[in-house]
């Protein structure tokens, strides 16, 4: 069974940077899609940005999009989200996903916590 492991998250002020990192626990791990998904305090859990594992396509939120950047890195079986300009609405867990097919995201990692104060 594939785990995924996130990092990075923590507390930061209004306007940082944080990268968030996941790794997955197999290295042959061939992933159709890596996701990041993120779920604040009385709010369902919301798409934020996602990644192809071969071409390295990208889609985001638009509530992300110009501030966060998806990335991978296939040799260390890690994808990468680097947020600037955070704002405390993107206060929340956030979540890496593997989408293995073109329906449902398979694996999910534990989460990590993201607070922005002002």
């Known amino acids: 069974q594939v785990q995924l492991v996130e990092s990075g998250g923590g507390l930061v002020q209004a306007g940082d940077s944080l990268r968030l990192s996941c790794t997955a626990s197999?290295?042959?791990?061939?992933?159709?899609?890596m996701g990041w998904f993120r779920q604040a305090p009385g709010k369902e859990r919301e798409f934020v940005a996602r990644?192809?594992?071969?071409?390295?396509?990208?889609y985001y939120a638009d509530s992300v999009k110009g501030r966060f950047t998806i990335s991978r890195d296939n040799a260390k079986n890690t994808v990468y989200l680097q947020m600037n300009s955070l704002k405390p609405e993107d206060t929340a867990i956030y979540y890496c996903?593997?989408?293995?097919?073109?329906?449902?995201?398979?694996?999910w990692g534990q989460g990590t916590q993201v607070t922005v104060s002002l």
């Open positions: 990644i192809t594992w071969s071409g390295g396509s990208t």
């Open positions: 996903a593997a989408r293995l097919g073109s329906l449902e995201y398979n694996y």
């Open positions: 197999e290295r042959t791990f061939t992933p159709l899609v």
